[in-house]
């Protein structure tokens, strides 16, 4: 009688460790898995680009797309990179956006500037005010801190200065 109550009590912890291991979800790639995967949200914004001769803004619209919360303003900088109108200059086309974080209603953009991406001072301005607008649409932020290559500047192209924060109302 040993024996059955042996045999009971091993078959019972092996179906026990078998049932346990069943309620696992899938990461690997299967449909179980691809089931927990986010999509992607969607915003339609305002961008803004010089005109043909660089003189002023233009506001247009855009659509994009993020997966959370904090990539909707890195999609938001890089929507201001191209035109499909080539009417339009891109004033941010040189420039390259590392990151871009909100905390406590202050928005850090982090950036690189190529050769290319540099303009004279009116230029400068357009592309700084462009800025601005792009990012105080969303109602979240209140300033605005510029960083080039992680580092605070005085300038983002050396022809207007870059204050420390950026307000909204400033």
């Known amino acids: 009688m040993p024996k059955l109550w042996t045999k009971l009590a091993v078959f019972l912890l092996v179906a026990s460790v078998a049932a346990a291991g069943c309620g696992k979800p899938q990461t690997d790639g299967t449909a179980a898995g691809s089931a ?4 992607p949200m969607e915003a339609t914004i305002k961008i803004y680009y010089g005109n043909e001769q660089g003189q002023q803004l233009v506001e247009r619209t855009a659509r994009i797309s993020y997966n959370n919360a904090g990539d909707k303003y890195l999609a938001t900088l890089n929507a201001l990179r191209t035109s499909s109108d080539p009417k339009l200059v891109p004033l941010f086309s040189g420039i390259t956006f590392r990151s871009a974080e909100l905390k406590e209603r202050q928005l ?10 540099q303009w004279g001072a009116p230029g400068e301005e357009l592309t700084l005010q462009a800025l601005k607008r792009t990012v105080f649409q969303f109602p979240e932020i209140d300033r605005l801190v510029v960083l080039v290559d992680g580092r605070k500047v005085e300038s983002l192209m050396g022809h207007v200065d870059l204050p420390y924060p950026i307000y909204r109302n400033g």
């Not at 927990?36 to 999509?39: G, K, P, T, W």
């Not at 850090?108 to 991406?117: M, N, W």
């Open 108 to 117: 850090t953009v982090d950036l690189s500037v190529s050769k290319e991406g």
């Open 36 to 39: 927990l995967q986010e999509r």
